[in-house]
């Protein structure tokens, strides 16, 4: 009896964990750092340096994703292996037309404010995420706040249609302050079929480090792939449409922009 409630009380979790994760964090409204998404792939091995070289190659995504689907393995059997080519061919296409830039003036005065532009393209929605970190790297990453930087203002979020966006973030208690260096991005889509891809972008208001120096900010990104191919989706009697691979599929990526080096200066 203890063993058969122990298995539901699994399948129930990753049920959970399957059903929240691949449409971003909509009832987490915190800072985050890219070391968090373990069931996402990295997007190249920069990202992973210092890191056995071993390691480092399972965490890329031809090898923990895209090689999962053209193999047939765990959430992909079902497809017989010319869909499974596709939906490779679909996915790798998603990543090649994903970016994350980020951009801002190269000095500012102590304490001084500064507004910091990352644009996204790609990504296969309907989420993605988007965080102010400190360095490219997916496990020593940390929220840009980390090394003097202080998010002055809520951050403002335009998604694909060039609307702002604020119902992700009005969901965190305005006392507790909504000056966040990670949000969501919602209402996305793209398409490899078609060729399209979504566009959007984070503005942050920053206020300086009050020493002088130089400082770095990189942009992070936590994007979708299958959900831009129609065989990268399946349909949940009560859910509706879910992500095919689910978390076991690994089908997530982490990204990050060129860091900036801003210098900060005595006046």
């Given at each position: 009896?203890?063993?058969a ?9 990753a049920?959970?964990v ?13 800072d ?16 992973m340096?210092?890191?056995?070289p071993?390691?480092a ?14 193999a ?16 490779a ?19 500012v ?7 910091v ?8 929605g309907?989420?993605?995420g988007v ?8 496990w ?63 503005v942050?208001?920053?206020r300086?480090?009050?020493?002088p120096g ?5 942009a ?14 399946v ?8 992500l ?17 080096v ?6």
């Amino acid at each position: 009896m203890r063993s058969a409630l122990v298995v539901a009380a699994s399948v129930s979790f990753a049920a959970a964990v399957a059903f929240a994760y691949p449409g971003g964090t909509p009832e987490f409204q915190t800072d985050a750092a890219p070391y968090c998404a373990s069931c996402h792939a990295s997007a190249n091995l920069e990202m992973m340096s210092g890191m056995a070289p071993e390691r480092a190659e399972k965490e890329l995504a031809p090898n923990k994703h895209i090689a999962l689907i053209r193999a047939g393995e765990g959430p992909y059997q079902s497809l017989p292996p010319e869909e499974r080519a596709l939906l490779a061919e679909h996915v790798k296409a998603v990543d090649a037309n994903t970016s994350v830039k980020i951009s801002a003036a190269p000095r500012v005065a102590i304490n001084g404010e500064i507004r910091v532009t990352v644009d996204v393209r790609g990504g296969a929605g309907p989420v993605v995420g988007v965080a102010l970190v400190d360095t490219p790297q997916r496990w020593l990453a940390r929220p840009a706040t980390g090394v003097g930087w202080v998010v002055s203002r809520e951050p403002q979020i335009l998604g694909q249609d060039f609307q702002e966006q604020t119902e992700w973030l009005s969901k965190r208690p305005l006392s507790l302050g909504r000056n966040l260096a990670y949000v969501n991005v919602t209402g996305l889509h793209s398409s490899a079929v078609a060729n399209e891809w979504a566009t959007a972008q984070v503005v942050w208001t920053l206020r300086a480090p009050s020493r002088p120096g130089k400082y770095p900010l990189v942009a992070a990104l936590w994007y979708g792939t299958e959900k831009a191919s129609p065989l990268g989706v399946v349909t949940d009697p009560i859910r509706g449409k879910m992500l095919r691979g689910t978390v076991a599929g690994h089908s997530g990526r982490i990204l990050f922009s060129t860091p900036l080096v801003i210098e900060v200066t005595v006046e």
